[in-house]
């Protein structure tokens, strides 16, 4: 059990997910988001904080024994939005945790950094980056952030690519880029478990029939999705439509993702 652990983020569908169930990973849970939460319970700490403000963000690390990064910006939108919590707040967090110490963080990478591959293609952790939008761009400059302060200062980061984390899959595409919210518990459980885990990338999906992404290098972790979007299955395909053979969300591992424009200021 750790001391403190930090979740960003912790307002949103994932953090609030992550603040009822990963209460037994430590002593203190330090919840942080940019808007206001709900009033700290039991072995909680409640702190508002703009990832774009390096001071605060170190204030927010300090005391830390590990984090749980899923603050951000997780749609696409404006360059100036990206910029501010995606880019320099994943610099501040960072920088944050070389100069307090700490030395563990999930970040929550994204499918979308890899969201131009075609859906017929196999990827791993070696495979290049194909961004589908600027919320993309920004997952890849997180990764490659981590990368460069595992290999300077020894802070270890697994980097999830998260496919698309929702208690039952919504829709077809998902069949493929699952990842059940228990699933997702135990990934967790099993990066902070690790003596060592170094800065490996992890594709973030159950074990579903349909998809995309290969985690053997990362089998040192323990982690065996337990979860299949196939259960669900003839409830999505009963609510969606087969969509047409050459729509984004059929071609593109991103989806439609792939076909939104740059959003201007």
Not at 108 to 131: E, I, M, W, Y
Not at 156 to 182: H, Q
Request: glycine share 10%.
């Amino acid at each position: 059990m750790m001391n403190r652990l930090l979740i960003t983020g912790a307002a949103g569908g994932l953090g609030s997910m992550c603040r009822d169930r990963l209460k037994h990973m430590a002593k203190t849970l330090r919840l942080s988001d940019v808007v206001e939460m709900p009033p700290a319970g039991e072995n909680e700490e409640v702190v508002v904080c703009d990832l774009g403000d390096k001071a605060a963000v170190e204030d927010l690390v300090r005391g830390c024994d590990g984090i749980v990064h899923l603050g951000g910006r997780s749609i696409e939108d404006t360059w100036s939005v990206i910029r501010n919590a995606n880019i320099d707040g994943v610099f501040n967090l960072y920088e944050a945790c070389r100069n307090t110490g700490c030395n563990r963080v999930i970040f929550a990478s994204s499918n979308h950094a890899v969201g131009f591959h075609k859906q017929t293609t196999r990827l791993d952790a070696n495979a290049l980056t194909q961004p589908d939008g600027l919320y993309g761009v920004s997952k890849v400059f997180g990764e490659a952030m981590a990368s460069m302060y595992y290999n300077k200062f020894g802070i270890e980061t697994a980097s999830v690519r998260i496919g698309s984390c929702f208690p039952e899959p919504k829709n077809r595409r998902m069949l493929a880029s699952w990842m059940s919210y228990d699933d997702f518990v135990r990934l967790i459980e099993c990066v902070f478990r690790a003596p060592k885990i170094g800065c490996p990338i992890v594709y973030g999906a159950s074990n579903n029939a349909t998809g995309w992404w290969d985690n053997r290098e990362v089998g040192f972790l323990g982690w065996e999705p337990q979860d299949r979007a196939e259960d669900y299955r003839a409830v999505v395909e009963q609510m969606e439509e087969m969509p047409a053979i050459d729509a984004p969300q059929v071609v593109y591992q991103g989806g439609a993702f792939t076909a939104d424009g740059i959003h201007e200021e």
